[in-house]
Nanobody, 127 residues
Framework: QVTLLEYGGGLGQAGASLRVSCAAS????????MGWFRQAPGKEREFVAG????????QYADSVKGRFTISRDNARITVYLQMNNLKPEDTAVYYC????????????????????WGQGTQVTVSS
C-alpha cells in the first residue's frame, strides 16, 4: 500500500503563483508514473498534469499549458506542481495520484489509470 500526501495548497490572488507538493511513502517511487488531478465544487475530477516514471514524458491539460509545470524528485520521493499566473477557475481541490506497473515513459491522463490517490489539498484563487 502506498500513501500519498499533498501539501502546499492555499489561497492566492489571480496572477500569483503557488506550488503544491506530494510526498510518497514508497521506496519504489521512481517506478511510478505520477499525476495531478483537480475537482472544483459541482464538477467532475479532471486531469491537470502527468509525468512518467522516467520523468522524460509530460502531459498537461490544455487549460493549464504554459502556466503549470509538473516535476519530480525521486531522491525526495516527491512530485511537484508549480502553478503560475493563477486564475479563479483554477480553484479546486488538487489530488496527487500514482500509477505503477507501466512502462517508464507512460503518462496517464485518465483517473482510472491511477492506482493510488492522496487526500487532496485545497487551492483557492481570488480575483
Amino acid at each position: 500500500q502506498v500513501t500519498l500526501l499533498e501539501y502546499g495548497g492555499g489561497l492566492g490572488q489571480a496572477g500569483a503563483s503557488l506550488r503544491v507538493s506530494c510526498a510518497a511513502s514508497t521506496r519504489t517511487f521512481s517506478r511510478y508514473a505520477m499525476g495531478w488531478f483537480r475537482q472544483a465544487p459541482g464538477k467532475e475530477r479532471e486531469f491537470v498534469a502527468g509525468i512518467s516514471a522516467s520523468g522524460g514524458s509530460l502531459q498537461y491539460a490544455d487549460s493549464v499549458k504554459g502556466r503549470f509545470t509538473i516535476s519530480r524528485d525521486n531522491a525526495r520521493i516527491t512530485v511537484y506542481l508549480q502553478m503560475n499566473n493563477l486564475k479563479p477557475e483554477d480553484t479546486a481541490v488538487y489530488y496527487c495520484a500514482g500509477s505503477t506497473g507501466r512502462s517508464s515513459g507512460y503518462v496517464g491522463v485518465i483517473a482510472s489509470e491511477y492506482d493510488y490517490w492522496g487526500q487532496g489539498t485545497q487551492v483557492t484563487v481570488s480575483s
